[in-house]
Protein backbone atom coordinates (compact mmCIF):
# COMPACT_ATOMS: atom_id res chain seq x y z
CA UNK A 1 0.00 0.00 0.00
CA UNK A 2 1.45 3.37 0.72
CA UNK A 3 3.96 2.18 3.65
CA UNK A 4 2.08 3.91 6.36
CA UNK A 5 1.41 2.56 8.99
CA UNK A 6 -2.60 2.86 10.72
CA UNK A 7 -3.06 3.08 14.03
CA UNK A 8 -6.54 3.09 15.92
CA UNK A 9 -7.66 6.51 15.47
CA UNK A 10 -6.61 6.89 11.72
CA UNK A 11 -8.62 3.98 10.68
CA UNK A 12 -11.74 5.35 13.19
CA UNK A 13 -11.48 8.76 11.81
CA UNK A 14 -11.48 7.38 7.91
CA UNK A 15 -13.96 5.02 8.35
CA UNK A 16 -16.27 7.79 10.13
CA UNK A 17 -15.87 10.21 7.57
CA UNK A 18 -16.52 7.24 5.06
CA UNK A 19 -19.98 6.30 6.63
CA UNK A 20 -21.14 9.80 7.45
CA UNK A 21 -20.62 10.70 3.58
CA UNK A 22 -22.53 7.67 3.06
CA UNK A 23 -25.67 8.72 5.13
CA UNK A 24 -25.54 12.14 4.02
CA UNK A 25 -25.76 10.49 0.01
CA UNK A 26 -28.31 8.30 0.96
CA UNK A 27 -30.15 10.97 2.71
CA UNK A 28 -30.04 12.99 -0.65
CA UNK A 29 -31.14 10.03 -2.33
CA UNK A 30 -34.26 9.69 -0.48
CA UNK A 31 -35.28 13.48 -0.38
CA UNK A 32 -35.13 13.20 -4.24
CA UNK A 33 -37.29 10.16 -4.02
CA UNK A 34 -39.63 11.23 -1.63
CA UNK A 35 -40.49 14.46 -2.00
CA UNK A 36 -41.18 14.63 -5.42
CA UNK A 37 -44.71 13.29 -5.39
CA UNK A 38 -45.57 15.91 -2.82
CA UNK A 39 -44.14 18.84 -5.07
CA UNK A 40 -46.02 17.26 -7.91
CA UNK A 41 -49.42 16.91 -5.55
CA UNK A 42 -48.90 20.73 -4.01
CA UNK A 43 -47.95 22.06 -7.43
CA UNK A 44 -51.85 20.81 -9.28
CA UNK A 45 -53.51 24.19 -10.30
CA UNK A 46 -56.92 24.82 -8.62
CA UNK A 47 -58.59 24.70 -11.39
CA UNK A 48 -62.22 25.66 -11.48
CA UNK A 49 -65.37 24.04 -13.18
CA UNK A 50 -66.08 24.43 -16.86
CA UNK A 51 -62.82 26.40 -17.09
CA UNK A 52 -62.09 25.40 -21.31
CA UNK A 53 -59.01 23.89 -21.56
CA UNK A 54 -58.94 23.64 -25.26
CA UNK A 55 -61.45 23.01 -28.33
CA UNK A 56 -61.63 19.17 -30.09
CA UNK A 57 -60.63 20.56 -33.18
CA UNK A 58 -56.99 21.50 -31.93
CA UNK A 59 -56.90 17.53 -30.60
CA UNK A 60 -57.17 14.91 -33.04
CA UNK A 61 -58.02 11.57 -32.01
CA UNK A 62 -54.47 10.06 -30.83
CA UNK A 63 -52.89 13.07 -30.24
CA UNK A 64 -52.11 15.37 -27.39
CA UNK A 65 -51.62 18.53 -26.58
CA UNK A 66 -50.14 21.11 -23.86
CA UNK A 67 -52.25 23.87 -22.72
CA UNK A 68 -51.60 26.83 -20.23
CA UNK A 69 -53.47 26.54 -16.84
CA UNK A 70 -56.81 28.22 -16.83
CA UNK A 71 -55.82 29.78 -13.83
CA UNK A 72 -52.98 31.55 -14.76
CA UNK A 73 -50.77 29.39 -12.93
CA UNK A 74 -47.13 29.00 -14.41
CA UNK A 75 -47.59 25.48 -15.12
CA UNK A 76 -49.02 23.63 -18.32
CA UNK A 77 -51.89 21.23 -18.69
CA UNK A 78 -51.67 17.69 -20.97
CA UNK A 79 -55.08 17.02 -22.85
CA UNK A 80 -55.02 13.77 -24.61
CA UNK A 81 -58.15 12.66 -26.90
CA UNK A 82 -57.66 8.44 -26.99
CA UNK A 83 -60.99 8.23 -28.96
CA UNK A 84 -63.35 10.73 -30.65
CA UNK A 85 -65.71 11.22 -27.43
CA UNK A 86 -63.02 10.60 -25.17
CA UNK A 87 -60.71 13.32 -23.41
CA UNK A 88 -58.10 12.98 -20.63
CA UNK A 89 -56.00 15.54 -18.89
CA UNK A 90 -52.88 15.47 -16.42
CA UNK A 91 -50.93 18.33 -14.55
CA UNK A 92 -47.84 18.85 -16.76
CA UNK A 93 -45.07 18.12 -13.84
CA UNK A 94 -43.09 15.08 -13.48
CA UNK A 95 -43.60 12.84 -10.47
CA UNK A 96 -39.68 12.78 -10.02
CA UNK A 97 -38.31 16.30 -9.47
CA UNK A 98 -41.40 18.18 -10.13
CA UNK A 99 -39.92 19.52 -14.39
CA UNK A 100 -42.55 20.07 -16.77
CA UNK A 101 -43.01 17.53 -18.72
CA UNK A 102 -43.01 17.71 -22.57
CA UNK A 103 -46.27 16.18 -24.65
CA UNK A 104 -44.43 14.93 -27.80
CA UNK A 105 -45.58 12.38 -30.69
CA UNK A 106 -46.63 9.40 -28.97
CA UNK A 107 -45.54 9.79 -25.19
CA UNK A 108 -45.05 12.46 -22.55
CA UNK A 109 -41.25 13.14 -21.78
CA UNK A 110 -39.27 14.76 -18.83
CA UNK A 111 -36.34 16.53 -20.33
CA UNK A 112 -34.63 16.65 -16.22
CA UNK A 113 -33.85 12.86 -16.43
CA UNK A 114 -35.84 11.42 -19.24
CA UNK A 115 -38.58 9.95 -17.36
CA UNK A 116 -41.55 8.96 -20.29
CA UNK A 117 -45.57 8.66 -19.42
CA UNK A 118 -48.30 7.26 -21.19
CA UNK A 119 -50.24 10.29 -22.94
CA UNK A 120 -53.48 8.42 -22.23
CA UNK A 121 -53.37 7.53 -18.69
CA UNK A 122 -50.17 9.25 -17.19
CA UNK A 123 -48.46 6.22 -15.94
CA UNK A 124 -45.01 6.31 -15.56
CA UNK A 125 -43.07 3.93 -18.50
CA UNK A 126 -39.75 4.89 -17.72
CA UNK A 127 -36.78 7.10 -15.77
CA UNK A 128 -36.78 7.58 -12.30
CA UNK A 129 -40.38 8.90 -12.77
CA UNK A 130 -42.21 6.52 -10.53
CA UNK A 131 -45.44 7.35 -9.73
CA UNK A 132 -48.29 8.73 -12.77
CA UNK A 133 -49.09 11.97 -13.52
CA UNK A 134 -51.55 14.15 -11.35
CA UNK A 135 -55.17 13.60 -13.18
CA UNK A 136 -57.23 16.84 -13.89
CA UNK A 137 -60.90 15.57 -14.50
CA UNK A 138 -62.35 17.09 -17.74
CA UNK A 139 -65.15 16.83 -19.85
CA UNK A 140 -66.15 17.64 -23.26
CA UNK A 141 -68.84 20.16 -23.44
CA UNK A 142 -69.93 20.39 -26.85
CA UNK A 143 -66.85 21.07 -29.13
CA UNK A 144 -64.97 22.10 -26.04
CA UNK A 145 -62.78 20.54 -23.25
CA UNK A 146 -63.92 21.81 -20.08
CA UNK A 147 -62.78 20.97 -16.54
CA UNK A 148 -65.20 18.70 -14.47
Do not use: W
Request: net charge negative; with cysteine.
Amino acid sequence: MTGRTHNRRTVLTTTGAAVAGAALGGTALAACAGGASQNAAQSQPNVTKGAELATLDRIPVGSTISVPSPEGQDVNIIVSRPAEDEVVAFLAVCTHQGCAVLAEQSRLRCPCHNSTFDPFTGDAQGGPAYGPLPRIDVTIDGERVVTA
